[in-house]
Structures are given as structure tokens and as C-alpha cells.
């Protein structure tokens, strides 16, 4: 798979197959990914939080908010919930502000795992203090990110956003999840 097609399949994904683990080897080897990417002044502040154990994925679950345009689906079913998930921190000893860190780490994991045939899911809607305190996070440690990991198990496809139509994602009746991006030309500005 080329670059591109790699960006492609790389989907937020929010339902997958929870009987297909995700090991902790594959979780180190894609924050090992996300270590070695830039970091703004290279302070490197982020820390991870590895959790793939049924107990652990089910506590955090409990913290996510899952598919904001899609108002009647309360998110993933059990047996569709992701089966693994990387909780990222910003640690404010190091730095007060993580700039931009955390979205090149974030999608630099979910690129990794697209290539290892595994799926993802940025998720900023969460119960910080919640995870907080189910996870023992220390008070120096911002809660930044959740990526949830898994196998997909739904099909996402983008499309040319309509003139007039809306970016909100959706999905019809075959269950497929449908992606608007807006034109090229809609978004480069010819100054």
C-alpha cells in the first residue's frame, strides 16, 4: 500500500470485531512509533498509557464520548468496542503546552496500525477526570487524547462533500459510514 492509499484507509473507525485482541507488543511498538516522531523545541513531554485488558478497556469506555453526528447511536455495541486504547498525557514538569504534539503522535499511531490492518479512533470527547482517577493518572499529567485501536469492523468511505451539504458524517441504510470532505478548490485559497 502506498502512502496515499495508507492515508485513505486510515478512517476513524468507531465499531470493531472486540475478539480480535491487540497485544501489548503492537501498543509499544506503535507509541515507539509516535516517540520518534517531532516534538515542538524536541521537549518530548508526552507519556503513554497502554490498556488492552477487557477490565481496563472496559473502565475507560465508560469515559468516551463516541460519534457526535450521529445523534441516535449511542456508540460501539459490546463485542463492536475497540480492543485496545492509548491514553495520551502531556507532562506538565516537561513542558505547559504540548503545541501540536500529541495530533502528530496520535496520527502516527493510527497510520502504523492501518498498515498492520488494525483501525483507530482519535477521541478528544472524554470524562478527563474520570480516567483521572480510574487510571491513577498523576496530577502532573494533562489528559490529552484517547486513541482507541482495534480490528475494523465497519466499512467507512469518503466522498466528495455536495454543494450546499453539510460535512456532518452519516450513515445509510446499509450501515455503511459515509465521510464528506469538501473540494480541493474549496480549501486552497488563491490569494
Known sequence: MNFEQL???NRSYRRYDQSKAVGAD???DLVDIARRT???ANRQPLKYVLIN???GCARLFAHLAWAGALKDWP???EGERPAAYVIILCDTEIAKDPGCDHGIAAQSMLLAATERGLGGCMLGAINREGIRQDFNIPDRCEILLVVALGVPAEKCVLEEMKAGAGVDY?????DVHHVPKRPLD???LDL
Open 75 to 77: 456508540g460501539p455495541a
Open 7 to 9: 492515508i485513505v484507509r
Open 53 to 55: 485488558d477487557p477490565d
Open 170 to 174: 452519516y450513515r445509510d441504510a446499509q
Open 38 to 40: 517531532p516534538s515542538a
Open 26 to 28: 503492537t501498543l509499544r
Open 186 to 188: 474549496e480549501i486552497i
